[in-house]
């Protein structure tokens, strides 16, 4: 019998199984931006028709910033939910969409004609708000409140119950 | 003297202005506000494409497989390489660039976990590791040395012999 | 029908696992022929059981039967029969019977080929390999069962395989490479079990393991490289080695089985480092099974955990009850094998080997430390961390300049002794290659320190490789024989020497290929008009025109560059970005012209509505010597397989 196996493998392989065990259960959707709780970083943008908005002039009311483009496949799945939240909510919260640099105008027009726009999409022509509110891959939607603050940040396609327990935080 | 003074005074009333003009703005911030004042000097040329190429290559691309910004072809990466050589053209230097995306992105956006707290495991573990099985290398060599300072068992073992026959060319 | 006979295949496999792993036990324990003969019948009969069924889910899948569930996951009447038969493992259902094949084929290889030779240990072996295929016949008949009947209404065509097997054929062949490298690992496991089980460990237990041991490391080192050629021909970031956890899990049973190997030598050598090769073996297997469940489960995978598998789980079950009997087996039995203390040279080549094992057991743990910190300090501290390519760089690339110092050290050094004028004469008579090597490598236009040293061992290491490789030869040619014959007798009388030389030759060629790709690099990236032209390292790229194709599962845009150099035209490449209609971002593939010395590699980034493109240029040296070194490393280990040619007078 020789001990120096069992005080290796008790010192290296459990703790290694235990953390890969652990790690099953981990989500990566919900691992919080550092952006929660903290001001949302300001933008000003213009839409493909030429109008531009500003940060601060939505303020006040709480806010959704979706981060969509037109060739992805997931932002098709969480369209209905979007359209039929901006419906309901319609003076409540504001909803505003914003497509990357290398979306173009004739393709979110071929996007919003076939599945309707949920409200005003801007250009993020030069990709730096999407990097000052820290998006990764398509689709993502922040959650702003009244006071300007981000509350919640869901990566991926949004489904019913995210929406309604994020659209609470900020309502 | 005079001329300092001046410039002294001058950058202060701005900054005061841009954040007062942020308070009248409302609560949202200029994501911008938060790099400060660039460290250094303004760079162009070899220099600029250097230095931007260097940090991208430390950057994580948020969209790829454990890319990095300098090497993915992807869009987000390409307008993550563009913002950061924007700002080592403005004077800002790595630990500047580093926390401003750091700020959105979080400490995921370095590929080489800084070396503090927690994360010293990742660096520290493998030296660890290779420094006692260098010791046990050595202790070993030493010991094997002085053991057999006597007759050579090698050649007297039957088993070493049975393998030779059958190994050897 | 189909599906009904695939399970009862998979059934039948899984009965003869069961029954055929206790009877291997048993007759191991009471070294039984009778027991050994009916181990070897069971596990033929497995090995048939799995071809069998493998076989069926491949007419399943040719003949569009689409009442078997994984054909109607993944099968296609528009796909091409070769995409068909490459989608038996392009899912996991499908992957995990093609293991099975595998570890059958295997196991049936053991069965028929160690009949003679290793007797001793030949019904633990097959026991434990056996106990191996019951966890995956099971996989295979519950969990992962591919021949699970459709439900009804039986659908009349389906979605096709995934899209990046239809993209590439590297995506094809290299991941069943990988595989055949990953469960063949299973054998020199179920070798180093039957020798703490037996106690001992004689010379039919090491030539065995030796060849069962070469075979599943060639072929990882076949997959691993396939793996980085795929990621460059098709990826578009113009490298191929990442250090993504993928990656990573291949790479770690390939550097622990490389360390076995040297181990195995010294004990073949000296008798000592018995139980030391036994754990390097045992732990080779554990990390191929950590490996499948790493990138199967999706645990370390970075944004989106989109390869989640029900049966990821399961695999760290597995694992943790391999690591249980692991560690038990080698608490019970591991003094068995602790031989008596033998003389060693501290500085003879005992200790080169021990400092290789040592290297490349480092490498092995600084990945495995890099590849599973996310996941610790996710749970700890509740952040995302990223381990990337600048770790690894710092951290493994100067073990490997010591490896690489190792080779041209090592082989120079004398067994058994330390007499300084003569190891000092050893290692001094090669450093001839260095000016010469830093000579050329300077006329060259090479200033940078790391490829520096790295030219400077490779020049030393190449020069003790082609001198101890050779040498039988040239002692054969000076006692007169002719070149060839001299050569060819040598090969013929050591092809083990020669082969493991020739390894060393092939990692001598890739070390340098890499050092010199990644040091001189050249980018060059333009927006360009139709007509516009790009100048990289004397190529002139000229931009003609670029255009968008609806296919059936993708838009594909791309665009047409005309090259030339010195002048004169020289052909053409389109690198092109695809919109696949799947759950995907656009996907650039680039566009690679390869020469002797150099590739350029184009790049498509996007192509505006004003019919300008963005264009990324790369020119990299040496990139094609990457491949021929690791090919030449593999037809070295397998010229190690061949057995010597015995001397023509009987003793």
């Known amino acids: ?171 | 003297m005079l001329i300092r003074l001046t410039i002294g005074l001058t950058t202060a009333l701005v900054l005061v202005a841009v954040a007062l003009a942020a308070q009248v703005e409302g609560r949202s911030v200029d994501p911008m506000a938060a790099l400060g004042t660039p460290a250094g000097p303004p760079i162009e040329g070899d220099d600029l494409t250097e230095q931007t190429l260097s940090l991208g290559s430390k950057m994580r691309c948020p969209v790829c497989q454990g890319a990095s910004i300098a090497d993915s072809p992807s869009q987000q990466a390409v307008s993550m390489l563009g913002q950061v050589r924007d700002l080592f053209a403005a004077g800002y230097s790595e630990t500047q660039i580093l926390e401003y995306f750091e700020r959105s992105y979080g400490e995921f956006i370095r590929l080489q976990p800084r070396a503090r707290g927690f994360n010293l495991i990742v660096w520290l573990a493998p030296l660890a590791a290779v420094l006692g099985g260098g010791a046990l290398v050595a202790a070993r060599a030493r010991s094997r040395a002085a053991a057999g300072t006597g007759s050579s068992a090698e050649d007297l073992d039957a088993y070493l012999e049975q393998v030779r026959s059958e190994v050897r060319e | 029908m189909t599906p009904q006979i695939g399970q009862g295949l998979v059934l039948l496999a899984l009965l003869l696992c069961a029954v055929g792993s206790p009877v291997g036990f048993v007759a191991g324990a009471n070294r039984s022929p009778v027991g050994l003969a009916w181990t070897r019948r069971l596990a033929l009969g497995f090995a048939a059981a799995m071809v069998a069924a493998n076989v069926l889910m491949v007419i399943a899948l040719l003949s569009h039967d689409f009442s078997v569930s994984y054909v109607a996951q993944v099968g296609s009447l528009s796909t091409p029969v070769h995409i068909t038969i490459f989608s038996l493992w392009s899912s996991l259902e499908g992957s995990i019977l093609f293991w099975g094949l595998i570890l059958g084929v295997y196991v049936a290889g053991v069965a028929i080929l160690q009949r003679r030779g290793h007797e001793d240990y030949l019904a633990y072996t097959l026991g434990t390999a056996l106990a191996i295929g019951l966890f995956f016949s099971f996989l295979i008949a519950g969990p992962a069962n591919p021949f699970a009947a459709t439900p009804a209404p039986i659908p009349t065509d389906g979605p096709g395989p995934n899209a990046l097997l239809q993209n590439h054929l590297l995506m094809a062949i290299h991941p069943p490479t990988l595989y055949l490298g990953y469960v063949g690992m299973t054998i020199p496991f179920s070798m180093a079990v039957a020798a703490l089980l037996r106690g001992q460990l004689g010379p039919t237990w090491l030539l065995p393991l030796r060849n069962w041991l070469l075979v599943p490391t060639g072929l990882l080192s076949l997959g691993i490289m396939l793996g980085g050629w795929w990621s460059y021909e098709v990826l578009g970031w113009g490298g191929y080695w990442a250090w993504d956890p993928v990656e990573n899990a291949s790479f770690l049973p390939w550097l622990t089985a490389i360390a076995a190997l040297h181990s195995a030598i010294v004990l073949q050598r000296k008798g000592t480092l018995k139980a030391w090769t036994v754990v390097l073996v045992m732990i080779t297997f554990l990390l191929t099974i950590l490996g499948t469940f790493l990138t199967r489960s999706g645990v370390v995978n970075s944004v989106h955990a989109f390869t989640q598998s029900p049966i990821s789980p399961l695999f760290l079950g597995f694992l943790g009850v391999l690591l249980i009997f692991v560690i038990v087996l080698l608490s019970l039995r591991i003094d068995t094998l602790v031989g008596e203390p033998t003389k060693d040279a501290p500085l003879g080549r005992e200790t080169a080997f021990l400092v290789n094992n040592l290297l490349l057991v480092a490498v092995m743990f600084t990945v495995l430390i890099g590849t599973t910190f996310p996941i610790v300090a996710e749970l700890v501290r509740g952040v995302r961390v990223s381990v990337g390519e600048p770790y690894y760089n710092r951290m493994a690339v100067p073990v490997f300049l010591g490896l690489l110092l190792l080779i041209g050290m090592g082989p120079a050094l004398p067994w058994g002794t330390s007499d300084p004028k003569k190891v000092r004469r050893a290692l001094g008579r090669p450093l001839i290659a260095v000016p010469i090597g830093l000579g050329v490598a300077l006329a060259a236009g090479a200033r940078e320190i790391g490829l520096l040293v790295t030219v400077a061992f490779a020049s030393y290491a190449l020069w003790v490789t082609a001198q101890q490789g050779l040498d039988p030869a040239r002692r054969r040619r000076r006692r007169g024989e002719a070149l060839l014959k001299a050569f060819g007798e040598s090969v013929a009388r050591a092809p083990r020497r020669l082969g493991a030389y020739t390894v060393h030759f092939g990692v001598i060629m890739t070390f340098v290929a890499i050092a010199v790709s990644s040091t001189f690099q050249t980018e060059r990236e333009a927006t360009l008009g139709p007509g516009d032209k790009l100048e990289i390292r004397g190529y002139e790229l000229t931009f003609e025109k670029a255009e968008g194709v609806q296919e059936s599962n993708r838009f594909r845009q791309t665009a047409d560059v005309a090259l030339q150099r010195g002048g004169r035209e020289i052909g053409s490449l389109s690198p092109s970005i695809n919109h696949y209609t799947s759950n995907m971002d656009p996907m650039a593939t680039p566009a690679v012209r390869t020469a002797i010395t150099h590739d350029l590699y184009l790049t498509l980034m996007n192509v505006s509505t004003d019919g300008s493109i963005g264009l990324r240029a790369i020119v990299t040296p040496g990139v094609l010597w990457i491949w021929v070194g690791v090919f030449i490393m593999v037809g070295g280990t397998a010229l190690c397989l061949v057995p010597p040619r015995r001397r023509a007078t009987p003793p």
């Open chain 1, 1 to 171: 019998m020789n001990r120096l196996p069992l005080i290796i493998g008790a010192v290296i392989a459990v703790p290694m199984i235990v953390f890969l065990a652990l790690a099953l259960d981990i989500n990566h959707d919900v691992i919080e931006s550092p952006l929660i709780g903290k001001p949302a970083p300001g933008f000003v943008l213009d839409s493909f028709e030429g109008d531009s908005i500003e940060l601060g002039e939505l303020e006040g009311t709480p806010l959704v910033v979706n981060f969509w483009a037109s060739y992805c496949q997931p932002c098709v799945y969480e369209h209905p939910l979007l359209t039929a939240a901006a419906r309901d909510l319609t003076g409540s919260v504001n909803f505003v969409g914003v497509v990357p640099p290398e979306d173009t105008a004739e393709a979110v027009d071929r996007f919003t004609s076939r599945l309707g726009a949920w409200g005003p999409t801007y250009y993020d022509s030069d990709g730096r708000v999407s990097i000052a509110y820290g998006v990764g891959k398509l689709p993502e939607t922040y959650f702003v409140d009244a006071a300007g603050t981000i509350q919640h940040k869901h990566a991926g396609p949004l489904d019913p119950q995210t929406l309604a327990t994020a659209l609470e935080k900020i309502l």
